[in-house]
C-alpha cells in the first residue's frame, strides 16, 4: 500500500517544482527544441517516473503499474474513438464521396475563410459532441487540405476550431465527469461553464479567419465570423443553463452553420484570391495509402476511379450528396439513440468494471484513491464509432475486406501518434497516482481569492497532461471544490473555470497534436505544430482566467450560479 504525501520535501514550494519537472519537459521538448511528440512523451514519463520514485516516494512496481494503467485508459477512451473516426472517413474517400462532400461545404460560399469557419468550428463542434476524443481535429484538418490549405496550417485551424465545444465534448462528458468526482448536480457546472465559454465562443471564429487570412481577412469576413460565434455562443448558453447540457453543442452547432448559410443569402465578402485547385490527396481522390476507389466523378458517373477536383466541375446528384453526408447522419443517429433510457441500459450490461490489480494507493486523507477500469466495450464511444463505419460501408457498397483494410491502413497512418498518446496517459496517471498532480494544485490554491483567476491554469495544465476535459475535470475537480470551501468562495465557479480553461489546452497537448499530425500526414512535426498554437492557447487561456476572477467578483458576480 502507498500513501501518497503531497508535500514530500517538507516545502510545498519546492515540492511542486519537483511536480512541475514532467510538465515543464513537455512544454520545452515540444515547443523550444521541437521534438517529435513521442520522443517528448517518453522524455516526460521518464522524468515523471524519477519524481515518483526520488521525490515521492512510491514503489517501483507500482509505477511502472500506473503507467501502464494510463496507457489502458488512453487506449480505450482516445486511440479507440480516433482511429475508428478517421476510418470512416477513409471510407468516404475512397469513394469519392468526401468529395462531394468537400463540394457540398464549397456550395456554401466561394470564400476560404468562410469555409474555414464551417468546417473547423460549426462542423468540428458537431463532431465533438458526438464523440470528441481527437476526432473533429484530424477529420476537419484533412476536409481543409482538400480545400486547398496546407497541412499544418489545415491542423492549427482545427485545433485552435476545438476550444469552446470541449467542455460539452461527448455529449456532456466533461461535465458529467466534474458531477461524479465533486458530488454535485453536473447541471449546476454545465450552467456556470456556459457563462464562461459560451462568451469565448464568439471570439473563436474570428481568431480562425485571422489563421487563414490575418487582419485583413478578419476585416473582410468579420459579420460571418460574429454570425457564427455569436449564435454558437447563444445556444450553448440557452442548453447548458436552461435545457439539456448534453444536447447544447448538437443545437449551437448546427445553428451556427444555419447562421453563415442564411447570411451568405444576403451578404457577400470582399473578393479574394481564387481557390487553385486542392493539394491533398483527399481532392485527388486517394485514401491515405495512395489507392483509389471508383466512386462518384465527373458528373456522378462513378466511373473515373476518382471525384472531380476543381478543373473537372463535379455536377452531383442529390443522391451523391445524400451519401457523403450518410456516414455523419449515421453518428448522429446511433449516438442519438445511444442516449435513450432503454438502450443505454442494454449497451451498458456487458460492460466490466475492475479495480486494476497492482495498484493499492492511499489519498493523503487515508482513503482508498479510485483505480478502477471501465471496460465498457459495447457502449464506448469508438464502439458506436465502429457501427457507424460498418453502416457506412454498407450504405456505400464497400465489400468488407475492403473496409478491413483500410481499417489497417488508419493504424498505419498514426503510426507514432498512437506511441504519443499511450506515453503521456502514462505520464498523467504516474503523477496524478503519485501525488504530483495534488501537489501542483494545492500549491496553487496557496494564493488565496486570487485562485479565482489561477482555477482556469489548474485545469489547462491538466488537459495539456491528460488530453482531455474529463480527464482534467476528474483529477482536478474535487480539488477546485475543497480549494473554493477552504477560501469560502463557490465552489461551482471554481470547478467550472478549472473546466473552462482546460478546453483552452485542448491544443496543446501532445496527444491532439500527434493526431493532428497523424491526419495531415506530417507525423514529426508535432514540435512545429505547437508553436503555432500555443500563442493563441496562452491568450484564450488568460481571457478565462480574467473572466473568472470578475466573477468571483461584484463585477460579474451576477453571472455566477449558486451566488
Known amino acids: 500500500m502507498f500513501s501518497q504525501n503531497v508535500n514530500p520535501t517538507g516545502s510545498l514550494t519546492v515540492s511542486a517544482l519537483v511536480a512541475a519537472l514532467p510538465l515543464l519537459a513537455l512544454l520545452i521538448t515540444l515547443g523550444g527544441l521541437k521534438w517529435r511528440a513521442h520522443w517528448a512523451g517518453a522524455a516526460a514519463l521518464v522524468i515523471a517516473i524519477a519524481a515518483a520514485l526520488a521525490g515521492y516516494h512510491m514503489p517501483f512496481g507500482q509505477i511502472l503499474d500506473a503507467s501502464v494503467f494510463g496507457a489502458a485508459q488512453g487506449l480505450l477512451n482516445i486511440l479507440w474513438i480516433t482511429v475508428t473516426a478517421i476510418w470512416i472517413y477513409n471510407l468516404t474517400v475512397k469513394t469519392g464521396h468526401f468529395a462531394v462532400l468537400r463540394r457540398a461545404f464549397a456550395t456554401i460560399s466561394d470564400d476560404r475563410r468562410i469555409q474555414a469557419v464551417m468546417i473547423a468550428f460549426s462542423f468540428g463542434a458537431l463532431l465533438e459532441a458526438l464523440a470528441g476524443g481527437g476526432s473533429p481535429i484530424a477529420i476537419c484538418a484533412v476536409m481543409l487540405i482538400a480545400l486547398d490549405f496546407a497541412p499544418l496550417k489545415a491542423a492549427t485551424i482545427a485545433l485552435v476550431a476545438n476550444t469552446a465545444p470541449v467542455a460539452y465534448g461527448g455529449l456532456g462528458t466533461p461535465m458529467t465527469v466534474l458531477g461524479q468526482v465533486t458530488q454535485m448536480p453536473p447541471e449546476q457546472f454545465a450552467a456556470m461553464t456556459g457563462r464562461q465559454v459560451a462568451v469565448l465562443a464568439l471570439f473563436v471564429p474570428l481568431a480562425l479567419v485571422g489563421i487563414v487570412d490575418g487582419w485583413k481577412g478578419v476585416r473582410a469576413v468579420w459579420p460571418a465570423a460574429l454570425a457564427c460565434?455569436?449564435?454558437?455562443?447563444?445556444?450553448?448558453?440557452?442548453?447548458?443553463?436552461?435545457?439539456?447540457?448534453?444536447?447544447?453543442?448538437?443545437?449551437?452547432?448546427?445553428?451556427?452553420?444555419?447562421?453563415?448559410?442564411?447570411?451568405?443569402?444576403?451578404?457577400?465578402?470582399?473578393?479574394?484570391?481564387?481557390?487553385?485547385p486542392a493539394a491533398a490527396l483527399a481532392a485527388a481522390g486517394q485514401d491515405t495509402a495512395g489507392n483509389h476507389w471508383p466512386g462518384p466523378g465527373s458528373g456522378g458517373s462513378g466511373h473515373s476511379g476518382q471525384p472531380a477536383t476543381h478543373d473537372e466541375p463535379a455536377e452531383d446528384t442529390r443522391r451523391d450528396v445524400v451519401l457523403a453526408f450518410a456516414p455523419y447522419a449515421a453518428v448522429v443517429v446511433l449516438f442519438t439513440l445511444a442516449q435513450l433510457p432503454g438502450i443505454s441500459t442494454a449497451l451498458d450490461l456487458p460492460t466490466i468494471i475492475f479495480n486494476w490489480p497492482g495498484l493499492h494507493v492511499l489519498s493523503p486523507a487515508g482513503k482508498a484513491v479510485a483505480v478502477a477500469y471501465k471496460f465498457n466495450w459495447l457502449s464506448a464511444t469508438g464502439t458506436l464509432l465502429l457501427f457507424a463505419g460498418i453502416i457506412t460501408a454498407i450504405v456505400l457498397r464497400i465489400p468488407p475486406w475492403v473496409a478491413v483494410r483500410t481499417y489497417g491502413q488508419t493504424l498505419r497512418q498514426f503510426g507514432w501518434a498512437i506511441v504519443t498518446v499511450l506515453l503521456v496517459f502514462g505520464v498523467s496517471y504516474v503523477m496524478n497516482l503519485s501525488g504530483q498532480i495534488s501537489t501542483l494544485g494545492i500549491w496553487l490554491a496557496q494564493t488565496g481569492p486570487f485562485f479565482a483567476f489561477l482555477a482556469p491554469v489548474v485545469g489547462w495544465f491538466g488537459v495539456a497532461v491528460t488530453g482531455t476535459d474529463a480527464g482534467s475535470n476528474a483529477l482536478f475537480g474535487n480539488l477546485q471544490v475543497t480549494a473554493a470551501t477552504q477560501l469560502h468562495a463557490n465552489p461551482v465557479l471554481f470547478a467550472s473555470a478549472g473546466s473552462s480553461g482546460g478546453v483552452m489546452a485542448k491544443m496543446i497537448?501532445?496527444?491532439?497534436?500527434?493526431?493532428?499530425?497523424?491526419?495531415?500526414?506530417?507525423?514529426?512535426?508535432?514540435?512545429?505544430?505547437?508553436?503555432?498554437?500555443?500563442?493563441?492557447?496562452?491568450l484564450f487561456l488568460l481571457a478565462v482566467c480574467v473572466l473568472a476572477y470578475l466573477q468571483s467578483t461584484p463585477v460579474l458576480g451576477w453571472m455566477r450560479v449558486g451566488g
Not at 454558437?232 to 447540457?245: E, K, L, M, R, T
Not at 495531415?520 to 508535432?526: I, L, N, T
Request: aromatic share 16%.
Open 229 to 276: 460565434g455569436f449564435t454558437f455562443g447563444v445556444f450553448q448558453f440557452a442548453f447548458s443553463n436552461f435545457v439539456n447540457y448534453k444536447l447544447c453543442d448538437i443545437f449551437a452547432s448546427l445553428a451556427s452553420a444555419a447562421a453563415i448559410i442564411l447570411l451568405t443569402k444576403i451578404w457577400r465578402p470582399r473578393p479574394q484570391r481564387a481557390i487553385t
Open 509 to 538: 497537448s501532445p496527444q491532439n497534436l500527434a493526431i493532428g499530425t497523424a491526419g495531415v500526414r506530417q507525423v514529426g512535426m508535432e514540435g512545429v505544430l505547437f508553436r503555432k498554437v500555443f500563442g493563441w492557447s496562452v
